[in-house]
Structures are given as structure tokens and as C-alpha cells.
């Protein structure tokens, strides 16, 4: 990691400490201003219903919930545990393009939500996908001092995740940064992360010119992770396609969170270092000022 991006993730640390999760006011089983999690305790006061999965007491099983919906709902009761985050980062190389300020973001993200995490009382964990999910030690220490975040891996992340997924922490928060740039289903990864969880939240970290490249005339295209080449004529109409399907691609990923109960937010890489401000989290709530 260079000095430059070093100095950026200091700044997006600074920022980020001006945030709390604010995940009780969305999900009752984390109560305001105390440290409670989602799994399922031995005390009396009941919080919520979630679907039954394997290993559940079958003692607190709703029944009547059952004769109604012929689905397995169990009841959640307080458990007094710190909340944890787990923090997952795509490190594909399309994720440290060069002339472009992705892995700046991208990091700045991280340190962003690290940051704000710290300031809730969470515990942090966070793991690396390449050709397997690769816990990073260094996680008290800020995240420029974290190794083995170079994004240099020339495979499919998207497929690690489902084959090879990290043991996260159960009942506790967890953010994906990728540009989501799989040809995985989207439902087959999320099934992953949304197992046991409290809170998904995916963040697709792009820059501009994924977004909407600008590139007109005779141009090379190198896959920046297979190294597979095409020669193409980029007019405007094969740009305009190009973005149509992007956005497509985007909003399937949008639609399967809504789905699953995930959350969805995107960042354009130029625009977020220029103040580190996560605006879509802020509006949803999950995260508010409340920091340092």
C-alpha cells in the first residue's frame, strides 16, 4: 500500500468516527445504547420471530405461527453478547484497477465501517477472498497496517464465497465490498451471508469508468483477472448497451438484497474519497452521526 492511499485511509478513518451503527432502531433483537445480539438466550423477554434453522431450540418453536404460515418460525430472546462485525473484501484484481481511484475507495470503505463499528462497542473481523477466504490478524490495528489486502487475485471470488465461505461470527453483522463482478447468482451468495446473521449489508465498489466508460474508437479490452483480451469498435451505441447492462446487472443484485432481507448501496469510487461519506447508509439509517 502506498504512502498516497495510506494518508487517504487515515482521512477515511477520521470520518468514519463520526458514526454509530444504529442497527436496534431497525432490528429490536440489539437494543439502543446497550451491547445485546440476535442469537437466542435463555432470557424471558421476547424480541422477534425468524425462520427455524437446523440446530434451533425446538422448545421455542411459535406453534401458532406454524398453524398459520406451514413455516418453522422460532421466537428470539435477549442474549447478552457484544455485537461483531465481519467485513468481507472482494480482492479480485478488477478491484485495484490501474487510473482509477477504486482501491482507494474501497479501503477507505472499509476503514470507514471499521471505524464506525469500533465507536458501537463491535468486535471486528475481517477476511480477504481470493482463492479462499483469508482471515486478516491485524484487525486492532488501523487498516492501512492490514496485509494481504492487495486485490491482486486473478480468479473468481464470487465462486470462493460460496464453495470455500469464512466461519463468520453467528448473529452478527456482516458487509461485502466487490464490484460484483460475478457470474455467480446472487441468491446462491447471499444464502451464504444472510445464514445466521443479524444484518447483511453488500457495498459495490466501482469506479467512474465501469460505471460509464467513455472510451469511443478501436480498443483492446484485457480481463484484468483472466487476462483473456477482445478487440473491439466502441461506438456509441455499444457504450449504451454496455451501461444498460450494467445497470441491469446492478439492480438484479438490488432486487435479490431486497429479497433476502440484505441491504444494497453502491459507491463510485472518485465521488466517495472526496468526503467518505456513505450518504445511502446514512439515509437507510444503519448508520448516524454519533461518534467521536
Known amino acids: 500500500m502506498d504512502k498516497n492511499t495510506q494518508r487517504i485511509l487515515e482521512s477515511a478513518k477520521a470520518v468514519g468516527q463520526r458514526f454509530v451503527f444504529n442497527v436496534a432502531s431497525r432490528f429490536a433483537s440489539m437494543q439502543t445504547g446497550e451491547k445485546y445480539g440476535a442469537g437466542m438466550g ?23 405461527a406454524l398453524a398459520r404460515s406451514d413455516k418453522l418460525t422460532v421466537k428470539l430472546f435477549r442474549e447478552e453478547i457484544s455485537p ?3 467485513i468481507l473484501i472482494d480482492g479480485s484484481a478488477s478491484m485495484n484497477l490501474d487510473d482509477t481511484a477504486k482501491y482507494a475507495a474501497l479501503m477507505s470503505g472499509v ?23 483469508e482471515k486478516i490478524p491485524e484487525t486492532n490495528f488501523d487498516v492501512e497496517r492490514w496485509r ?19 466461519p463468520l461470527k453467528p448473529r452478527g453483522v456482516r458487509i ?46 484485457v480481463d484484468s483477472e483472466s487476462g483473456e483480451t477482445l478487440e473491439v469498435m466502441a461506438d456509441k451505441p455499444i457504450i449504451k448497451e ?29 465521488d466517495f474519497i472526496k468526503d467518505f461519506v456513505p450518504q445511502e447508509l446514512l439515509k437507510t439509517e444503519i448508520l448516524v452521526a454519533g461518534g467521536k
Open 148 to 166: 494481504g489486502t492487495d486485490c491482486v487475485y486473478a480468479g473468481n471470488t464470487g465462486k470462493t464465497l460460496v464453495t470455500m465461505p469464512p
Open 84 to 86: 461483531h462485525l465481519d
Open 176 to 221: 461485502l465490498f466487490s464490484d460484483l463482478f460475478w457470474e455467480t447468482e446472487p441468491e446462491t451468495i447471499l444464502r451464504q451471508l444472510i445464514n445466521n446473521a443479524a444484518l447483511v449489508i453488500i457495498i459495490q465498489v466501482v469506479a467512474k469508468i465501469d460505471e460509464e466508460p467513455d472510451l469511443l474508437g478501436n480498443l483492446r479490452l
Open 42 to 64: 435463555s432470557s424471558l423477554e421476547f424480541l422477534d420471530h425468524r425462520e427455524y434453522q437446523p440446530g434451533d431450540d425446538i422448545r421455542h418453536i411459535d406453534w401458532n
Open 242 to 270: 454496455y451501461i444498460k447492462n450494467f445497470n441491469r446487472h446492478r439492480n438484479y443484485w438490488r432486487d435479490s438484497c431486497t429479497k433476502s432481507g440484505a441491504f444494497f448501496t453502491h459507491l463510485v469510487a472518485e
Open 111 to 133: 476503514a470507514v465501517m471499521r471505524a464506525a463499528a469500533l465507536n458501537s462497542g463491535y468486535n471486528v473481523s475481517a477476511w480477504v477472498i481470493k482463492d479462499r477466504c
